[in-house]
């Protein structure tokens, strides 16, 4: 690997960027997690998370990754033999099949192109009388597709369903708008690592009184995964175990910095960098991904080419920058741009200004408009 200066461009759709001002939180000294310090710390943190999930309801924080919280979400909800309903968006949706069947669910699951969201339109079609859960992934991360949630949710109402509606919110929470009590999602699953511009290491879900009253009959078996030690342990503001104290620090500052720039700015920002980069990608004369304009993701734009691993490669040695690999089934048939979290105009210029000098570079053709389309976009405010 040659020698590089400046800042090596980490622009994988997650782990992502971490704010300076966050790094620093996270480098405090750790403190008596059982001590009055920390319980008022931990339950202004806990008031201070619930609006970026769109609740006035609980928070579980995991010192885990969204994997975990997946686990979290079927544990705590379901019981052995339930029939779950599952969307083949992508990659982490099968994950996520994959894993419900692994616990011992029934699993109706609905293939799919890897290049659309759920279908609402399909949805009372695949429920069953005894459906007890549909999982569906809001932003899917492999594919730049994101799931209508709001006209998921109408499918389910209107077809009078009482099956839990639990969604994956890892790659879009704080970058997208989301709203869990309003669209009446009963657990929502997030991670650290993304637009909470963390490093790995925690994992959330925020839970609907629906939810918590299927806990309460839920027979799959969990320990750590239990909502309820937890819950009763935050009200005092303490965990049942040794919680994650220092990602602790960083996540209160990263919600105080998405306080300042108030989420609303947050999601606008988030529009417009997607908007720039799939103009770029037109510009090029590349396909993008997802097939649907009303579906486009505002965090990851997946570049459809055959010589995607070439380009990626040659942009990671000459260029220091990384971008995200195809996964699953789309393995060397796309790369990944990530336009998440820590970012800025700036930073998105210089993102395309790599991406179309390497596709120059691999003798890929393309129009050379690229970057000044996006830039156009970039400064129509």
Same mark, same amino acid.
């Given at each position: 690997?040659?020698?590089?200066?400046?800042?090596?461009?980490?622009?994988?759709?997650?782990?992502?960027?971490?704010?300076?001002?966050?790094?620093?939180?996270?480098?405090?000294?750790?403190?008596?997690?059982?001590? /009055?310090?920390?319980?008022?710390?931990?339950?202004?943190?806990?008031?201070?998370?619930?609006?970026?999930?769109?609740?006035?309801?609980?928070?579980?924080?995991?010192?885990?990754?969204?994997?975990?919280?997946?686990?979290?979400?079927?544990?705590?909800? #379901?019981?052995?033999?339930?029939?779950?309903?599952?969307?083949?968006?992508?990659?982490?949706?099968?994950?996520?099949?994959?894993?419900?069947?692994?616990?011992?669910?029934?699993?109706?699951?609905?293939?799919?192109?890897?290049?659309?969201?759920?279908?609402?339109?399909?949805?009372?079609?695949?429920?069953?009388?005894?459906?007890?859960?549909?999982?569906?992934?809001?932003?899917?991360?492999?594919?730049?597709?994101?799931?209508?949630?709001?006209?998921?949710?109408?499918?389910?109402?209107?077809?009078?369903?009482?099956?839990?509606? #639990?969604?994956?919110?890892?790659?879009?929470?704080?970058?997208?708008?989301?709203?869990?009590?309003?669209?009446?999602?009963?657990?929502? =699953?997030?991670?650290?690592?993304?637009?909470?511009?963390?490093? /790995?290491?925690?994992?959330?879900?925020?839970?609907?009184?629906?939810?918590?009253?299927?806990?309460?009959?839920?027979?799959?078996?969990?320990?750590?995964?239990?909502?309820?030690?937890?819950?009763?342990?935050?009200?005092?503001?303490?965990?049942?175990?040794? /919680?994650?104290?220092?990602?602790?620090?960083?996540?209160?500052?990263?919600?105080?910095?998405?306080?300042?720039?108030?989420?609303?700015?947050?999601?606008?920002?988030?529009?417009?960098?997607? #908007?720039?980069?799939?103009?770029?990608?037109?510009?090029?004369?590349?396909? =993008?991904?997802?097939?649907?304009?009303?579906?486009?993701?505002?965090?990851?734009?997946?570049?459809?080419? /055959?010589?995607?691993?070439?380009?990626?490669?040659?942009?990671?040695?000459?260029?220091?920058?990384?971008?995200?690999?195809?996964?699953?089934?789309?393995?060397?048939?796309?790369?990944?741009?990530?336009? #998440?979290?820590?970012?800025?105009?700036?930073?998105?210029?210089?993102?395309?200004?790599?991406?179309?000098?390497?596709?120059?570079?691999?003798?890929?053709?393309?129009?050379?408009?690229?970057?000044?389309?996006?830039?156009?976009?970039?400064?129509?405010?």
């Amino acid at each position: 690997m040659a020698t590089h200066s400046g800042r090596h461009f980490l622009q994988i759709p997650g782990p992502t960027n971490v704010p300076d001002q966050v790094l620093r939180a996270i480098s405090a000294p750790t403190i008596d997690h059982r001590g /009055p310090e920390f319980a008022a710390f931990t339950l202004d943190l806990l008031t201070a998370l619930r609006p970026v999930f769109g609740t006035a309801g609980p928070v579980v924080v995991y010192p885990a990754s969204g994997t975990g919280a997946w686990e979290a979400a079927l544990v705590n909800t #379901l019981s052995p033999e339930d029939r779950v309903l599952c969307f083949e968006t992508g990659h982490f949706a099968a994950l996520w099949r994959k894993m419900a069947e692994s616990l011992g669910l029934r699993i109706d699951f609905v293939p799919g192109d890897w290049r659309h969201g759920v279908d609402p339109t399909q949805m009372a079609e695949h429920l069953r009388p005894d459906t007890a859960a549909v999982c569906v992934v809001h932003n899917e991360t492999s594919t730049g597709v994101a799931s209508r949630i709001p006209e998921i949710r109408q499918a389910l109402d209107q077809a009078g369903h009482p099956a839990l509606l #639990l969604v994956d919110a890892v790659s879009s929470l704080g970058s997208v708008d989301f709203r869990h009590d309003e669209w009446g999602i009963d657990v929502t =699953i997030a991670a650290s690592q993304k637009g909470l511009m963390l490093p /790995p290491g925690l994992g959330f879900t925020a839970v609907s009184a629906k939810a918590l009253a299927a806990n309460r009959s839920a027979g799959l078996p969990r320990s750590f995964w239990d909502w309820q030690p937890i819950l009763d342990a935050n009200e005092g503001g303490s965990f049942p175990y040794t /919680p994650a104290t220092n990602l602790l620090y960083g996540l209160r500052e990263s919600l105080r910095m998405l306080d300042e720039e108030g989420l609303p700015n947050v999601w606008e920002r988030h529009r417009r960098h997607a #908007l720039a980069t799939r103009t770029a990608v037109h510009a090029w004369g590349l396909g =993008i991904q997802c097939a649907d304009d009303r579906e486009h993701s505002a965090t990851v734009t997946a570049v459809v080419l /055959p010589e995607a691993d070439k380009v990626r490669e040659l942009i990671l040695r000459e260029f220091d920058m990384s971008l995200g690999v195809g996964l699953g089934r789309l393995a060397g048939q796309v790369f990944r741009i990530e336009h #998440l979290g820590h970012f800025n105009d700036l930073s998105l210029a210089g993102t395309l200004s790599g991406v179309q000098m390497g596709l120059r570079l691999c003798g890929v053709p393309i129009d050379p408009a690229g970057v000044a389309a996006a830039l156009e976009v970039l400064g129509g405010r």
